[in-house]
């Protein structure tokens, strides 16, 4: 039977992002994707032009649609936009067992449209990330979650031992926000800490890369990976759709879900560093 996964996130009218890439991130690795919608968006590769939060009674009911239909082997979340959201989730998460559960805490657009209200960090940190099998911010994201301001790779340390400290129980902290050659995500366990490198791609096209990378991740989650192979293979997903981008829009465009199937011999091989 084939894996069946759930992705609880808002909707991307553009395509690039939320619901929509996770859906063709799922289809692309094999698994079968149900969703659940917390939010709509008017969006186009320009910006977010407007946002609605779906009611918290409507989210609940999909939740429990998806639950007591479907065996979820891996789930992710979102942009869940509110706190009402968050604590709605959290409790469906607990009364359906769902497993490896991928948090990406999303909270800006890449036009720096505001996706999650501020009052709502707190039940972020303190529902969802406890029950969290990773976690995947961006620098921006992991400073609000911890409250550090993260410059050098020391700050990456703290803000991902502090992230470790909230329940998760691996903290995948992306570097695509940093400068150089190079794209580094630290990557933390309560036992090791990785540096998962690729070449950095100079492109515009970079819309959705944090949700396809969180698609990937739970998808090779269900396949039955562990974690550091699921990183290993979501990383070279989303390297392939950012190296093949699709040129669509006038703004920040979509990657290419299709790319990593598509051109197989061009996957880069990804260095997993161990540190300490």
Same mark, same amino acid.
């Given at each position: 039977?084939? @894996?069946q996964?759930?992705?609880?996130?808002?909707?991307?009218?553009?395509?690039?992002?939320?619901?929509?890439?996770?859906? /063709?991130?799922?289809?692309?690795?094999?698994?079968?994707?149900?969703?659940?919608?917390?939010?709509?968006?008017?969006?186009?590769? #320009?910006?977010?032009?407007?946002? $609605?939060?779906?009611?918290?009674?409507?989210?609940? #009911?999909?939740?429990?649609?998806?639950?007591?239909?479907?065996?979820?082997?891996?789930?992710?979340?979102?942009?869940?936009?509110?706190? +009402?959201?968050?604590?709605?989730?959290?409790?469906?998460?607990?009364?359906?067992?769902?497993?490896?559960?991928?948090?990406? @805490?999303?909270? !800006?657009? /890449?036009?720096?449209?505001?996706?999650?209200? #501020?009052? &709502?960090?707190?039940?972020?940190?303190?529902?969802?990330?406890?029950?969290?099998?990773?976690?995947? @911010?961006? !620098?921006?994201?992991?400073?609000?979650?911890?409250?550090?301001?993260?410059?050098?790779f020391?700050?990456?340390? /703290?803000?991902?031992?502090?992230?470790?400290?909230y329940? &998760?129980?691996?903290?995948?902290? /992306?570097g695509?926000?940093?400068?150089?050659?190079?794209?580094?995500?630290?990557v933390?366990?309560?036992?090791?800490?990785?540096?998962?490198?690729? @070449?950095?791609?100079?492109?515009?096209?970079?819309?959705?890369?944090?949700?396809?990378?969180?698609?990937?991740?739970?998808a +090779?989650?269900?396949?039955?990976?562990?974690?550091?192979?699921?990183?290993?293979?979501?990383k070279?997903?989303?390297?392939?759709?950012?190296?093949?981008?699709?040129?669509?829009?006038?703004?920040?465009?979509?990657?290419?879900?299709? &790319?990593?199937?598509?051109?197989?011999?061009?996957?880069?091989?990804? $260095?997993f560093?161990?540190? #300490?």
């Open positions: 039977m084939r @894996p996964v759930l992705t609880i996130a808002g909707s991307d009218s553009g395509g690039g992002a939320g619901i929509q890439a996770d859906l /063709k991130t799922f289809q692309e690795l094999g698994v079968f994707g149900t969703s659940v919608v917390t939010a709509v968006t008017a969006q186009n590769t #320009r910006g977010v032009h407007g946002v $609605e939060a779906v009611s918290a009674d409507l989210v609940a #009911r999909q939740l429990d649609a998806v639950g007591s239909d479907f065996i979820i082997s891996a789930c992710k979340t979102g942009m869940l936009f509110n706190r +009402e959201l968050i604590d709605v989730v959290a409790d469906a998460l607990e009364q359906h067992r769902f497993q490896n559960v991928v948090v990406d @805490p999303v909270m !800006i657009a /890449k036009g720096g449209a505001t996706l999650l209200e #501020r009052d &709502a960090v707190t039940a972020l940190r303190t529902r969802l990330l406890p029950m969290a099998t990773v976690v995947t @911010p961006n !620098i921006p994201e992991a400073e609000v979650l911890t409250g550090l301001t993260i410059c050098t020391t700050d990456r340390m /703290k803000a991902a031992e502090r992230l470790l400290s329940g &998760a129980d691996v903290v995948m902290l /992306k695509g926000h940093l400068d150089g050659p190079l794209a580094e995500d630290l933390m366990t309560k036992t090791d800490t990785f540096r998962m490198v690729t @070449p950095r791609l100079l492109t515009k096209d970079t819309h959705g890369t944090g949700c396809t990378f969180s698609a990937a991740l739970t +090779e989650l269900a396949n039955g990976y562990t974690v550091m192979e699921a990183a290993q293979k979501a070279q997903f989303i390297h392939s759709a950012i190296a093949h981008g699709l040129k669509i829009g006038n703004g920040h465009g979509p990657t290419n879900h299709w &790319a990593y199937n598509k051109h197989p011999k061009e996957v880069v091989s990804i $260095e560093i161990a540190y #300490r």
